[in-house]
């Protein structure tokens, strides 16, 4: 399970990226090669977007590229099918990050059992409503898939459960697309986390995502105490450009941290 993989790397002291890119963007057959890419590179998870109504959480690059995918493909479970089988086939988690709207159309129980049948690593909703989150988890929970918490900049005290894979943290309020600046103030809310983990009896891994672009902001995530970092945007701006170029920025993300962890896992 994703959960025990990223605990397992948490306690070897193994930080961990995750990518972001929609679904089956920028079309499926270039979508299948970052994957392959990705798992090359040594970044083993993938959040990705599943086309719908994108709320002001989404900057313009996104919402551009998951409007992409909903023109050429609008179904959003063939998305949710095709992209988790070719995130799987190339040897990594597929993480299935949906909006409220979407989930909302397709039915909270409907979406679950299709992305455990997708056979998805966790379900990402970013702005689901905290009254929903339990009905989340024990969806999750039942299909035997796991869930990824979120938590925007505003959101001062966290409720965990125990389908979660990881917690995933918003760096600023603003959208995806922004600036990442390290600060105290994320620091204290990383502890935040580990003292209610702790407290339920487990150590749930903490993600900071939002503005993460380069490898020096990845340092940064992990001086702050983090233990994943979420790279989106630039990610997504990466790949709509020819595979060659993908590959360059993986290399320069991931040059040092990667060789150390392929060499430890």
């Known amino acids: ?18 990518a972001y890119l929609p679904g089956l963007y920028p079309d499926p057959e270039h979508f299948e090669q ?35 995918v909903e023109r050429r493909i609008g179904d959003p479970l063939e998305v949710l099918q095709r992209a988790s089988a070719m995130t799987r086939s190339a040897g990594a988690y597929p993480v299935a990050m949906v909006f409220a709207h979407t989930l909302h159309a397709v039915g909270l129980a409907r979406f679950v059992r299709e992305a455990a049948e997708a056979e998805v690593s966790a379900v990402l909703i970013p702005d689901i409503l905290e009254e929903r989150r339990a009905s989340l988890h024990h969806a999750c ?7 990824v918490a979120f938590f925007g900049a505003d959101e001062v005290q966290p409720v965990l459960y125990g389908s979660e894979a990881f917690v995933y943290l918003q760096t600023a309020d603003m959208p995806t697309g922004g600036r990442f600046e390290p600060t105290n103030e994320l620091r204290r809310r990383i502890e935040q986390v580990r003292v209610v983990s702790r407290a339920n009896g487990d150590t749930v891994p903490v993600a900071l995502g939002f503005g993460i672009r380069s490898g020096a902001d990845i340092a940064s995530v992990h001086r702050l105490g983090a233990d ?5 945007t630039a990610m997504v701006e990466a790949a709509a450009k020819p595979p060659s170029v993908f590959s360059q920025y993986l290399e320069e993300l991931t040059a040092v941290p990667n060789e150390q962890r392929m060499e430890n896992d």
């Not at 994943?228 to 989106?232: E, M, N, P, R, S």
């Open 1 to 18: 399970m994703l959960g025990r993989y990223l605990r397992r790397r948490a306690l070897a002291g193994q930080n961990t990226i995750v």
């Open 34 to 68: 970052c994957v392959a890419s990705l798992v090359s590179h040594g970044i083993a998870i993938l959040e990705f977007g599943i086309p719908g109504k994108t709320p002001p959480l989404e900057g313009d690059t996104i919402s551009t590229a998951l409007r992409t």
């Open 141 to 147: 929970s039942t299909a035997g898939i796991e869930s």
């Open 228 to 232: 994943i970092a979420v790279v989106g």
